[in-house]
């Protein structure tokens, strides 16, 4: 039947295809009957929508249906106008929430009509019609739809300075992304890639973010309803900082600032001297650089990890204050600071966790990050913050760091629990944290599923079948029909033997001179299980077969392992046959991906085997074809990387995969 505004009704079809959505709507009823839209159509902003959200919007769907069916429409305003989408507000409804209604009303001319409860509502039911658009086209299916979050703050942090920092197109694309699936806060973690003024000792060579980048990026993210949030290091995790003549005085160890460069003592040893008379100046100033490029009054001081903290300086300068009371103290003047100008601090909280007595004297105006990424986490630590009526958000993690294929499970493990003890003990929001660590090996386009899951738990915690959010992972990500390819990329992640963080451990237990370095070797005896002391006594090479013994038994599945590493490259390429244009770009990090993690676990049995840890003999032709495969392995990975990423420190990766081909070559262990 023809419509007077130009939509048909369809007949039903013979089968109701399934409708991937992320997050799932919480009250969704489909109804008989599908609508096709016009081929020239109309989207029509009631006269309460703001108009720079309605223009908003109505591109970001204009653009959608372009993108999905070819079609191009038109935009307006009023009640004079007929359109086909409808956007509007509705006081009946409350903050975040939206209705929308994809109907055919025979009383009435057909239409997809969507109402927020506030603009942000209107916003999120917008995307929700994206969705659909994305995966029917131009034949939308009967329904309403009534949803809101159960997290009113959803957020995504993401590291661009542990060694790879993002193009700005990059971003751009990330934050579209975002948008797409509902987050409204993401949060740039910063230690030294920002090109602050009068830090160029410690920002040359990185590839840093500009001033003026930030400030357009903080615009664009404004349009699509996200809150750029600043996030820097201004305690520890000063690593790159405290190496450089101009500031090393301001670390507990100055006098280790001309050690051989670490990716394990970067995440060690970093921390500033707050007994330092300059101490609080400099972090200040940090906070002073940063904040004004952003409209947000929220601003994350960090405070996470000050492992050295009354170890070194600060208790050589004669203090009698016990860390607690100085990592209190310190804390105390950076929120001072921030409220003095009208602004909200928020700070990581596992220091505080660890010495509870500092959660008392820490100010109440202010937001604890409770970052927790073990995926069997428990609520303990999420109840005691709540216990002392501070305003938290629960932090879990994409895991995907130190590792070029993300551990999927790990992260739907980590993510929907903690996301559950998020609600209830009165968690205010909830963050996904998207680290990089060691040099960032992980390629940033491995954290879809964790987003995706993220996504899914902040906004229904509740909502916890993971096969249905797999299979809708699937659909609306990688655009695959098979329900093949995600199973594939969890087989491929979980088949690791001789991980990238396996090694940098091995290969920075020499100091650089030749002899053990005594740090890595106290970090892994003391934190990987297996791993067996070492007397005062001992090289780097004895330490090296030491953390070789530890894997042993991943490194005798080195066959095994690669049988199933091999079995989901194919299994993915069979998947990606039938998916979109832009998930088959995906798809050649994560082939790429399973093709250079087959040659770490190759190149842990080599090593295993010459330090008779596995049984055999070093075999120097396949060592050379080995060298000669990580070699052109990595030029196509840095091709990959340039396309996301700016040059960075991907050095430093180079210079450990060229390091270990170089070994192979000699024929030597150490």
Known sequence: MSLDN????????????PLALIPRPIHMQRDRGQLLLPVV???????????????????????????????????????????????????????????LRIADQRDRRPIVDIRGGDGQGLRLGVQTLRQIVMQCGPVLP???????????????????????????????HWADILALYKFNQLQLYIEHTMAFPGMSEA???????????????????????IELVPSIST?????????????????????????????????????????????????????DAYAPLMRTRNFNIGGDETFDLGKGRSRQDGSSKEPADMYADYMIGLCDHLHAQGRHPMFWCDVAVSMPRVLDRLPKDCTLLNWLYDPQVGPEKVALVASTGARQIVCSAVHAWNLLLPRIDDAWNNISRLSRYGIQYGAVGAMVTDWGDYGHINDPRMSLPGMAYAAQCFWNPNDDNRDRVDRDLGLLI???????????????????????????????????????????????????????????????CEARRSLLMALRIRLEQVDQRDALLLDAAVRMGRAAVGCRSDARRTLQ????????????????????????????????????????????????????????????ELGRIASIVWGFADMLRRGTNC
């Open 6 to 17: 130009g939509i048909d009704a369809v007949a039903d079809p013979p089968r109701e295809p």
């Open 41 to 99: 159509g109309r989207i029509v902003c009631g006269a309460a929508v703001d108009k720079e959200l309605g223009s908003v919007l109505s591109d970001q769907l204009i653009d959608t249906i372009q993108q999905a069916t070819g079609m191009v429409w038109d935009h307006s305003r009023g009640q004079a106008w007929n359109g086909t989408i409808g956007l509007d507000l509705d006081q009946k409804l409350g903050p975040q929430e939206y209705l």
């Open 142 to 172: 009967a329904l309403r739809i009534q949803d809101r979050p159960a997290y009113p703050t959803r957020i995504y942090s993401l590291d661009v300075t542990r060694g790879r920092v993002p193009t700005m197109d990059w971003l751009l």
């Open 203 to 225: 920002w040359r060579g990185t590839s840093p973010l500009k001033p003026g980048q930030i400030t357009d990026f903080d615009d664009y993210c404004a349009r699509l309803g």
């Open 235 to 287: 305690f520890g995790h000063h690593y790159t900082n405290l190496r450089t003549r101009g500031f090393r005085d301001l670390g507990e160890f100055p006098e280790q600032a001309d050690r051989p460069y670490s990716f394990i003592e970067r995440q060690e040893h970093h921390t500033i001297n707050v007994n330092h008379p300059q101490a609080l100046d400099f972090s200040t100033e940090l906070i």
């Open 478 to 540: 990688y655009g695959d029909a098979t329900g093949d390819y995600l199973p594939a990329l969890i087989q491929a992640g979980s088949s690791s033997v001789f991980g990238w963080d396996d090694m940098v451990r091995y290969w920075e237990l020499d100091d650089g001179h030749g002899g053990l370095n005594q740090d890595v070797a106290h970090f892994l005896v003391s934190t990987l299980p297996g791993m067996p002391g070492l007397d005062s006594s001992a090289d780097a």
């Open 589 to 648: 990090a994560q082939l790429m991906a399973v093709h250079g993690q087959r040659l770490f676990n190759a190149l842990g049995r080599s090593l295993a085997v010459r330090h008779n840890v596995l049984p055999g003999a070093p075999d120097a032709r396949a060592d050379r074809d080995l060298a000669d495969a990580l070699e052109i392995w990595f030029e196509s990975y840095a091709k990959l990387w340039r396309q996301v990423s700016r040059e960075s």
